[in-house]
């Protein structure tokens, strides 16, 4: 219970002005306040292994070297060793579609 202090300084429970009608409806901005904190079950998620829009979250061990050497390599250039390892990845990966392509093309004499 509330307490108010009134003029003589002596305690007197804080009665509301208005009383609220009815009790028992429900709190309409309550509900939209929890639903937005709820976790998501759709496909956006990022739990691992699970798909983020059309792409999936993998997880990456390395050894405390490599991932001090990551850490010290990313700091230098002023971004993060997630999207430094994200960036050498997708890189890595077009080179080897690139190398690949590049088999499959028949040698042409010039």
Request: net charge negative.
């Amino acid at each position: 219970m509330a307490f108010r202090f009134n003029s003589r300084n002596s305690k007197q429970p804080d009665t509301p002005a208005t009383q609220h009608a009815d009790e028992s409806a429900p709190d309409t901005e309550l509900e939209s306040y929890l639903a937005a904190l709820a976790p998501e079950t759709g496909p956006e998620t990022t739990d691992t292994g699970r798909r983020f829009g059309d792409a999936q979250v993998l997880q990456l061990r390395l050894n405390l070297i490599a991932i001090d050497e990551l850490k010290q390599i990313a700091q230098a250039r002023r971004t993060s060793p997630q999207a430094l390892a994200q960036e050498w990845v997708l890189e890595r990966l077009s080179w080897e579609a690139d190398a690949a392509a590049q088999r499959r093309q028949p040698y042409r004499y010039r």
